[in-house]
């Protein structure tokens, strides 16, 4: 226990002492724009898995691997997995994150580019700086730090697995859990890519909404016409989506497709008053965060509730026609809506699925061809917090924070969370620290790098509780 | 008059035997890829406009210049003049045409590439074939054979303006119009920017819809938000156009906005008889020309009167948010729906415009800040079939097709006409020889190239009689 405890003071120390060496390292991890949704970047994306690998070795972990994906339709980004197993009889942990990121667009919106990492105050802007890079990075100089500091051992049985698809769907990294599930066996899974609730305030993650991303194309006329010779013979796919749409969810955010709200659970009594009693100004989060002139959604639920435990429906763009500027009177021949909706427990992505593609297709409107297609989904995830990895994990954001630990849930999507449940029949330690400004999937995405240096100390925290 | 019957004689004949010369000079034309809409090609439209200059020049009109415009917000395209003015007393036609282009997107769906024009059986396919560079070198091509069977001289006094901003909303000509009309002094227009009925059915448009264009902007949060996070809370700009697009149109083509039917001018009954006397055949035009599961439209109201004779509204493209492949799990900041509105004798753009701005600003969806901007606008045209010219184009057109000239309109807008009736005070003659299945404004534009040279041959005999 004495060794362990000194092993624990130096490991802090040494995070402390190279910190600035730990934000450098992440900074060029950053500037590889490996977005992953993008053709052009399949370079990059590759070359920023070959980043993570190195640097796996180079801290003294072993078998450290690429392990290529493919699926029906493409090939995938490779998983990087490394380990070090050399405590019989302790606990293994599966460290998860991915390496690529969401696209940058729009540019214009950007402070700084999106792939030229910039300090600015106390915080790194760059994308991927938060989501997941940056938190991922964590991981791997926490389990540096406890490597130096125990002389080239760990208090724990440490599996890593990154991956390179989670922005587009996360099909290869499924499909090994899947199928592979025996070379990732491990007692818990800690990911970090959730949020604290507010600076300085820990905060683990109990809870995630699952979702469908749909595409709804619908098609008019054969070829794209002059809106002038046919308007008013033709049918236009625009119009016919805004018209669905419109029917999908009304003005209060209600989602109108039948039967979509039947299997919902509520979430318990407790948790509910629990949200209550967490620090929060609705028009200092209106105001900061969405920044509209006023919040939407069901009536009658609570932000927290709304978003966290309610599903939604979203429209993401509408591909198809004229976009560019100025004036061209076309009717096109198709028309392309990306919606996507969160599910929340008890919900399941397959009947939601058909829910929303059965309901779409009753409301099509005359002259108009539609097809809907899932491009992908996730489970909605709880997690028990009665635990002993939970609990430590409270601890040990107590002990770096100085206050109370906090239960929330996620209103995105993780969906490997659901993967270790259903096929390594493991729980997930949700411990995040990025901020709810962060600008997660927007222009001028950051990460606190004082978040950034909590995280590594939590994390070495907690591996050492787990191994103790 | 026998110098002027043998005059029409050699014309005809120059025309008939350099045929093949006027199809090679129109494909370098078309080759240009003068795109008015796009910044990329500044340099093509402008280089467009001098190829023109250089051809008005080489067959012996005069006076000929590029007559440089612009707006309050850029710098516009060059309008090119020509004339020819050595027969007091005769009457002056204006020859009008156009050498921009719509762009050529999507360029997927081309079967040759748009800018390298290709005939394939007896069409020419390439952006601009019939629209309007084919006829638009057909009145050049009247001219130089005129010209050459007069020795020099033409049987009737000729300006020529050509713009390069149609495709654009043509602001510098209207505002050239507008300001110096006694430089385009005639006494009739001439414009080939329509089609014919049918194939080998000699045809005059005599009445237009009109226009306005507009750009509907919806916007919800500060920034884009990840729809995870925000889904519940955040409004979203695309759902706000789905919701208003749905309410300014139903699902029969029935217009919501309030007013708007109030001041539209029915067809005479003369007319709607005619209209009901040309050969169509509903379900062969659904097919060939619509290619959708069936045509839509307000009920109650033919085709003919749908298309020519009905205000109708359409949505033509969505820009913002993610159009990419794959998955993007935003909610935008802000979205925009391109629309338009087709306009009938006695609508005015202005009180159009003000009804649409005033109708979508009353139905703003919660959190949702909008504007509504015109880009530009048409008034609705009707032409008087009572007047020499117009007879004289119909006796032209019935020499050269062996048929009776039919009389229709066009559901399209070529705001250049109610210019020339509100500035210069003269009629236009739109005598045009495109096909309805020409696929304007869309891939593989085409021009039937037997109706290119009786195209030519119809406007000689017109030029001819119109001076006699």
């Known amino acids: 226990m004495m060794g362990e405890t000194m092993a624990l003071t130096a490991a802090v120390a040494f995070a402390k002492d190279n910190g600035d060496r730990f934000v450098d390292e992440l900074k060029a991890l950053l500037r590889i724009p490996s977005v992953s949704t993008a053709p052009e970047h399949v370079g990059d994306v590759r070359r920023a898995a070959e980043f993570c690998a190195a640097e796996l070795t180079r801290i003294g972990l072993e078998h450290v691997r690429l392990i290529e994906t493919s699926t029906a339709d493409r090939a995938g980004y490779p998983l990087v997995y490394a380990d070090w197993l050399h405590i019989p009889g302790k606990p293994t942990v599966l460290c998860y994150g991915h390496y690529d990121v969401q696209p940058a667009e729009p540019l214009d919106e950007w402070k700084s580019p999106p792939f030229e990492p910039e300090i600015r105050g106390e915080n790194i802007y760059a994308r991927g700086a938060v989501d997941d890079k940056g938190q991922m990075w964590m991981h791997v100089k926490a389990l540096e730090a406890l490597m130096v500091a125990g002389g080239g051992t760990l208090p724990v049985n440490v599996r890593v ?165 100025g004036a061209k009177t076309v009717i096109p021949a198709k028309a392309t809506a990306k919606v996507s909706l969160r599910l929340v427990p008890n919900m399941t992505p397959a009947e939601t699925f058909a829910q929303l593609k059965g309901f779409v297709e009753s409301i099509r409107p005359k002259g108009i061809v539609i097809e809907v297609r899932m491009l992908h989904s996730g489970d909605p995830i709880v997690v028990s917090t009665d635990n002993e990895f939970v609990r430590a994990a409270t601890e040990a954001m107590r002990t770096v924070f100085g206050k109370e630990t906090v239960f929330v849930r996620g209103g995105g999507s993780i969906p490997i969370v659901g993967d270790f449940v259903r096929h390594l029949k493991i729980p997930t330690v949700m411990m995040g620290f990025g901020l709810p400004d962060d600008n997660l999937h927007a222009p001028n995405e950051k990460f606190h790098l004082p978040n950034f240096h909590r995280g590594i100390e939590s994390i070495i925290r907690w591996l050492q509780a787990v191994g103790a």
Chains 1, 2 share one sequence.
């Open 161 to 325: 697995i990154l991956e390179g698809e989670e922005e587009v769907g996360g099909e290869g990294i499924a499909a090994f859990v899947r199928e592979h599930g025996e070379q990732l066996k491990a007692d818990v899974a800690l990911v970090s890519d959730t949020e604290l609730f507010a600076d300085g305030l820990p905060t683990l993650c109990v809870g995630l909404r699952g979702m469908i991303y749909t595409e709804i194309e619908a098609r008019g006329p054969r070829t794209d016409l002059h809106s002038g010779m046919y308007g008013g013979a033709a049918p236009n796919p625009f119009v016919a989506l805004a018209q669905i749409i419109a029917k999908l969810k009304d003005e209060d955010g209600k989602i109108l497709v039948p039967g979509l709200y039947e299997k919902v659970q509520k979430p318990t009594d407790d948790e509910l008053k629990a949200w209550k009693a967490l620090p929060f100004d609705e028009e200092h989060y209106r105001e900061t965060e969405v920044g509209s002139t006023v919040l939407t959604g069901e009536p009658g639920f609570s932000v927290m509730e709304r978003t966290w435990a309610r599903p939604t429906l979203e429209v993401h763009g509408m591909p198809g026609g004229f976009i560019g500027a």
